[in-house]
């Protein structure tokens, strides 16, 4: 009778594990990100960046995101997060707005009440934006690790 009841306590111990296993994933590490929705030539230009976009940026490693998309990246725990086909930031039409230029690749800068900055490319054939949380304030050593494969992938605008 005791032998009856192991299958299925070693079963319910498997399918505990499972869980347990599934639980620790790295789907859980990833970090949610809109996708943008850019049509067709812009997206193939972040279908590109995507392929040339590194591995760590700023000492942060490379993590997933939720949904998973070509057009969206993050680094490191939500840290630094890069959308791809971005609409215009309104921001663009402020006469007033601050702006850098970090390796010959212009952005827009917006400061986020209670979060880090985001940036937004200029005069680029589709807009990426890399939202920075307060850790990198006052850092652009994200944007410099980023330069490289923006102005590889995304040409400036005509």
Known sequence: M???HRPFGLAASAAA???AATGCSASDAETSVPV???PAAEAALCRAL???LPGTVAGQERAGTEPESELTAAWGDAAIVLRC???RPEKM???QAQGVDVDGVGWLVEQRAGAGPRFTTTYRRTYVEVS???RYAHDMG???DLAAAVKKAVPPSL
């Open 2 to 4: 005791t032998s009856s």
């Open 17 to 19: 594990l499972l869980l």
């Open 36 to 38: 943008p929705g850019p």
């Open 50 to 52: 995507a392929k040339e």
């Open 85 to 87: 086909g971005v609409p």
């Open 93 to 95: 039409n402020d006469p």
């Open 132 to 134: 920075l949380d307060a």
């Open 142 to 144: 994200p944007l410099v």
